[in-house]
């Protein structure tokens, strides 16, 4: 029995030596499956370094990952909210532009420098510090969050054209059978409600908070999901849902590579997005934990290379943040190939960057906020 | 046995207090301050403020959810699992480690795989209407009917098992004898056998009714987010890391479980009739 | 029956209160077949929809298209999958043969114990399977970085495992300590009179006695281990991902390929062939003598 214990550790000691690669290491803290495999090795074979990545589901377990500093992560991957979460709590370091040449070579779409202009806006007026957060950040990809519906259904696509988010909400004038569903996010449900009611969407008060109550509640959400919601509209289980824009296309794409066209896709299920749209970004961040900041500048300068971009969008349905990989994907509009002609005409219908309408992303609220609209939700779940 | 052995628990008296001891103290501390990852130990007080947690609707709704739950769930297991647990002894099979292993294994696929599986086939249109064109349970996705289901069955393993193991341990003499003193086979039932197989339905009981409690993953995912157990409340304030509360919450829950299980334990003064 | 004329009516069986159960009892014993039957396909139903899911041509998991076994070789193709899938078995397999060997000593130690001082253990060694997982995972997590200033890169295989360790050790114990004090406690004594070495004893004569306790423990520690994500999730590091981290990674905003549908579809086959082979050689091998439990 002593040998049997003896061996295991031997074993086990064996196994973590073997798992120490010699080659340097950058650490990355991503989402499943967000990064193309094949940018990946083009990276690493560019410059020598072995990239290790780890997966999460939420911006707040990349939180509390980084915060706990159990590993040394390189770069990660937070959306808009967190960045200033990150940057308020001094756990990103800046970003050294001299180590981003590729930076000077690229243009941010429009719709990136509002939403990095209202980060900057609602952060002035919440501490008072004013951040220019592209000091830390650099896009990951973005993207507007929609409803996505049901085409089956008559006539809602028409509604949903004409009266908007009145169309989703408003379950007493508008489809009162339509089986709708919402993000299990509270403050995604608060921000869409305050959005519909015409209201800034990062605001927040106890009477505000009633407001929302009283629009989430006559919504009567059939469903308060994730990934099923975008697969139960897509299965006519579910007729309407407020879901990225990504997951959308997500579907889209399996739906092409399953054969059918794009028209016949959209013809069952589509996605409308609203004049006033939210939009979220994911960004490239250094976090404090870095080992390798200089490997950490050489990754965020690769992803600024417009066509490592555009092959990066070819697996990821969100948008790029660069005006030069825009046009690189959109050119295949005119391509041979089905799936890349679909793929630039998908860009074009729910990317375009000449879309009229503002964007406006969900900040970092207070955290007695988060608690009050979390347990908001709460209630009106319970019933 | 010898008392030699004694120094082998030593090891296992460090490790519980190492890792569970002291982790508990420091969550009935962080429960009743307002300790958190900013506040320095200068700053650390008293502070009940966060207990107001204790009075809103959806903590004693998710509360309620819980229990209920986890109470139809161990009921329903009970009943269900003794008769399996029953059929499979009277078949009288030899190798006990196949019917361990056969009852046990569904569990070790990822249970997020197998109630999106169950999710899948409880929708109205699903993978096996497009195979037989009709809906094997209609449309109960979203319906406490399907969070029991998927409860049920996901944790039937762990009713089943105990009271195998504690039926086997009858001695069959005792059941021929109840027979032979003129017992029906029912009275010989009630009789002998099942208070014999008692111990087993309370383990059973405790292994089913915990983490159905605690848990949260199952009615999610079949309640499509519309039923929440006290394990979502806690998720969420650890997520959010509001600590001071979740804290709170699973001391709460910790007490409610220890209490239990001290109750259901009655039965067996040290709770080792765990399998 | 005539008796000078006069007839009487013959009393049939049922008049003096026999009733026949044999039709009841057959019906009854269907119903007992049908039933049991319907548990076990309820059990293995989500199994059953998975392996479904798994044959099926088309990646949108809500309709049948045709049948196709590409998903599997496919498992080969799917590099993050294949890395989560063979850490996940690392951990496991680790962690289950440790927790095994250790429970039961621990468990033997505890036997020794005064009852007063094992109670008190036993109730601490419940807690790891009574707390809401993500209490333990940051908890566990806090008292690892611990350690950090000595070893700074203990996270990642090592207090996974540990992690794992925990609650898969308390497990074992209570599936051992039922059987120790089934033994009788005359063999330890025995075996000590007849010269034998304390701890040698344990090993020939008190492990063999309790053998079917400590494989049900191990059976339950491989089963918690294999499947746990939130105290995996907060207590791996250094890109040590194990399978459910990354299926629900993935599975938020992603979609999963199908090829996670065939993976536990085989590793629920194998087990299940693996069983019948081995019961088929024991059966071989020993004629009707039982199998080793």
């Known amino acids: 029995m002593k040998k049997i214990v003896l061996l295991t550790f031997i074993a086990i000691l064996g196994v973590t030596l073997i798992g120490c690669n010699s080659a340097p290491k950058l650490r990355i803290l991503n989402w499943g499956e967000y990064i193309n495999d094949e940018v990946v090795a083009q990276f690493e074979e560019a410059t020598g370094l072995n990239v290790v990545i780890d997966v999460a589901d939420s911006n707040e377990l990349f939180y509390s990952k980084i915060k706990s500093k159990t590993t040394a992560y390189d770069i990660v991957i937070p959306s808009d909210y967190m960045v200033e979460k990150m940057v308020e709590e001094e756990m990103l370091l800046e970003l050294d532009y001299d180590l981003l040449p590729n930076r000077a070579l690229v243009t941010y779409m429009e719709g990136v420098n509002q939403i990095y202009d209202s980060m900057t806006a609602t952060t002035l007026a919440r501490t008072g510090d004013t951040v220019d957060y592209t000091d830390y950040a650099v896009p990951y990809f973005w993207g507007t969050f929609g409803i996505i519906y049901n085409n089956r259904i008559e006539g809602l696509e028409e509604s949903l054209q004409e009266h908007g988010w009145a169309t989703y909400f408003d379950a007493d004038t508008y489809f009162p059978t339509a089986r709708r569903g919402m993000y299990d996010v509270a403050q995604f449900a608060y921000a869409a409600a305050l959005t519909y009611l015409e209201e800034n969407p990062n605001d927040y008060s106890a009477s505000l908070l009633t407001q929302a109550e009283d629009v989430i509640r006559d919504a009567n959400f059939t469903e308060w999901g994730d990934d099923t919601l975008k697969r139960n509209v897509e299965s006519d289980n579910l007729d309407m849902a407020f879901v990225y824009t990504g997951d959308y296309l997500d579907r889209l794409y399996i739906q092409l590579d399953e054969g059918k066209t794009l028209a016949e896709v959209q013809a069952d299920f589509n996605i409308f997005i609203p004049e006033t749209a939210l939009v979220f970004i994911d960004n490239m961040v250094i976090p404090y934990t870095s080992e390798n900041i200089e490997g950490a500048h050489q990754f965020i300068n690769f992803l600024l290379d417009p066509e490592i971009v555009a092959l990066n969008s070819e697996v990821v349905g969100y948008a790029t943040g660069l005006e030069e990989a825009y046009d690189i994907i959109v050119s295949n509009v005119t391509s041979e190939d089905p799936w890349r002609q679909a793929w630039a005409t998908a860009n074009l219908t729910y990317y375009n960057k000449d879309r009229a309408g503002t964007y406006t992303p969900m900040t970092a609220l207070d955290p007695d906020a988060i608690d009050a609209i979390n347990t908001m939700i709460e209630t009106v779940i319970s019933g | 046995m010898g008392k030699s052995f004694k120094i082998l628990a030593i090891p296992y008296q460090v490790w519980l207090s190492v890792l569970v001891f002291i982790p508990l103290v420091a969550m009935v501390v962080i429960s009743v301050t307002n300790l958190n990852s900013t506040v320095t130990l200068s700053e650390l007080q008293f502070t009940m403020e966060h207990w107001v947690l204790l009075t809103q609707r959806p903590t004693l709704i998710a509360f309620r959810n819980s229990l209920i739950y986890a109470g139809s769930t161990t009921l329903i297991s009970f009943v269900l699992g003794y008769f399996v647990a029953y059929q499979i002894f009277r078949l009288r099979i030899k190798n006990k480690f196949i019917v361990l292993t056969i009852v046990i294994l569904p569990m070790w696929s990822n249970l997020i795989l197998r109630t999106e599986a169950l999710l899948n086939i409880f929708s109205e249109n699903n993978i096996l209407k497009s195979i037989m064109g009709f809906s094997l349970f209609g449309n109960i996705a979203g319906t406490p009917t399907a969070v029991l289901i998927g409860l049920v069955f996901t944790y039937m393993p762990f009713m089943i098992l105990p009271i195998y193991t504690a039926l086997e341990k009858i001695d069959y003499a005792l059941e021929e004898a109840a027979l032979d003193l003129g017992l029906t086979p029912m009275q010989s039932f009630w009789k002998v056998v099942f208070p014999l197989s008692f111990r087993g339905v309370v383990t059973g009981s405790i292994l089913v009714f915990l983490p159905t409690m605690a848990g949260f993953a199952i009615p999610k995912i079949l309640s499509k987010g519309r039923i929440i157990f006290i394990g979502n409340i806690i998720d969420t304030k650890f997520i959010y890391t509001n600590y001071n509360s979740g804290a709170l919450l699973a001391v709460i829950l910790l007490i409610f479980i220890l209490g239990s299980i001290l109750l259901m334990t009655r039965f067996d003064k040290e709770g080792e009739t765990l399998l | ?293």
């Open chain 3, 1 to 293: 029956m005539t008796i000078k004329g006069v007839s009487y009516p013959v009393a049939t069986l049922q008049e003096y209160g026999y009733r026949d159960y044999s039709k009841f009892k057959a019906v009854v014993k269907v119903l007992k077949t049908v039933l049991f039957f319907s548990i076990l396909f309820m059990l293995y139903l989500s199994i059953i929809v998975i392996a479904i899911q798994s044959i099926n041509a088309s990646r949108i998991s809500s309709s049948f298209s045709s049948i196709s076994l590409t998903w599997y070789p496919n498992i080969f193709q799917e590099e993050d999958l294949m890395r989560a899938i063979r850490n996940t078995f690392l951990v496991s397999s680790i962690a289950t043969i440790l927790a095994t060997i250790m429970g039961t000593f621990f468990a033997v130690g505890m036997y020794s114990l005064t009852k007063k001082k094992r109670q008190g253990l036993m109730l601490l060694n419940n807690v790891p399977i009574l707390n809401a997982d993500i209490v333990t995972g940051f908890s566990l997590m806090l008292m690892f970085r611990l350690l950090m200033p000595l070893f700074p890169n203990i996270f990642g295989l090592f207090t996974l495992v540990m992690a794992h360790l925990f609650f898969t050790i308390p497990y074992v114990i209570l599936s051992v300590m039922p059987k120790l004090k089934e033994t009788d406690p005359n063999l330890m004594d025995a075996a000590l009179d007849l010269g034998v070495r304390p701890y040698k004893a344990l090993i020939k004569v008190v492990i063999p006695a309790i053998k079917a306790g400590i494989f049900s423990g191990m059976l339950l520690a491989l089963t918690m281990s294999i499947d746990d994500f939130v105290i995996s999730y907060f207590n791996t590091g250094g890109g040590f991902d194990n399978l459910s981290i990354w299926i629900y990674a993935v599975i938020g905003r992603r979609n999963l390929t199908p090829s996670v549908y065939a993976f536990s579809t085989l590793l629920t086959l194998f087990t299940l062939i693996g069983l019948m082979v081995y019961q088929f050689l024991q059966r071989q091998k020993k004629g009707r003598k039982s199998g080793i439990l």
